[in-house]
């Protein structure tokens, strides 16, 4: 009897056939229909038809002409490698995460705090911060080439102990400043996010820790950082995303990469290999091995962040 009821059991209340494949509220299933299409249009099928270049001999060729684009296994990559060029790129951006994600997150986390406070003119503090943000690069980038060029606004100012040569044309200081350029254009957003962290933090922890006797920086250190750690996750993962796709500050600041390619980033070196010099399969070697560069960075960032 048990065993017949086993094998001719109903379904259990509330379960409907192909809640399985569809999930409890299937409606769900429209209304991100439209985003994964797009992240798939967007994003699957370019990175997809990219990992596909980048074994195959391409080239651009006339549309609608039939030609043949052979397979070529790893020859792509071996001269990605072998380019002291592409090595030069990455060991740029290299230097451009170590001096732009640490500096963002720290004055992010302490702009917040300040912003989060009841402090005279904080609405058009936070407007201000945010407003470079959504500033076009390229106008926000004139007037830093008027504030750091040659016979600009800082070398005035500093007179004889201005770098030579300067700022932007200088092959140490170059990929530093773009480092620290696009930490403060960008500060705006970040500090969004900390600030949407900081709301979330209850006022009886510091309440609490003020009683106890900690003074203003352990409380931060002790109740703030700890608080917001899934936003310095966050700020973190998304600083070093955007920054390994730096293209549009050295392009525009540099004058493409200069000088002698000590700012030229990886994705702008695939603007010039494929775009510029006709080697997209090339350029489609750098790009997958930017991305998966990128993954790896990103996950043992989060672990790290996540442990301490």
């Known amino acids: ?31 991100i229909a439209p985003y994964a299409a797009y992240l798939v249009l967007t994003f699957a099928y ?20 039939q030609v043949e684009r052979p397979f070529v296994g790893l020859e ?15 060991g740029n951006i290299l230097v451009f995460l170590l001096i732009n994600v640490p500096l963002t997150a720290v004055l992010a986390l302490t702009l917040a705090v300040a912003l989060n406070r009841a402090i005279r003119g904080r609405a058009f503090l936070r407007v201000a911060y945010y407003v470079p943000y959504v500033t076009a690069s390229v ?9 750091f060029s040659s016979d600009g606004l800082v070398n005035t100012v500093l007179g004889p102990l201005a770098p030579d040569p300067s700022w932007l044309v200088n092959e140490t200081l170059a990929m530093p400043l773009i480092a620290v350029f696009v930490a403060w254009k960008q500060l705006g957003f970040f500090i969004l996010l900390y600030l949407a962290a900081l709301q979330n933090v209850p006022k009886e922890l510091y309440e609490s820790a003020a009683v106890d006797g900690a003074s203003a920086w352990q409380r931060f250190r002790s109740v703030t950082v700890p608080a917001v750690r899934p936003a310095t996750t966050l700020v973190v993962i998304l600083a070093t995303i955007t920054g390994a796709n730096l293209f549009t500050e050295p392009y525009l600041l540099t004058g493409g990469g200069g000088p002698n390619g000590a700012s030229t980033s990886p994705v702008l070196l695939m603007y010039q290999r494929g775009i510029e010099q006709g080697n997209p399969d090339v350029a489609a070697a750098i790009g997958v091995l930017l991305v998966v560069g990128v993954v790896s960075v990103s996950m043992i960032n989060r672990r790290l962040l996540e442990r301490s």
Request: aromatic share 14%; proline share 9%.
């Open 46 to 65: 370019p990175f997809g038809f990219a990992v596909w270049m980048s074994f195959h001999d391409y080239f651009f060729a006339a549309p609608g002409a």
């Open 1 to 31: 009897m048990t065993a017949h009821l086993t094998r001719g059991a109903h379904p259990r209340p509330g379960h409907r056939p192909g809640t399985a494949l569809l999930g409890r509220h299937p409606v769900g299933l429209a209304l």
């Open 76 to 90: 792509n990559y071996r001269t990605v490698i072998g380019d002291p060029g592409v090595r030069q790129a990455f």
């Open 139 to 147: 106008a926000v980038v004139g007037v830093w080439l008027f504030l």
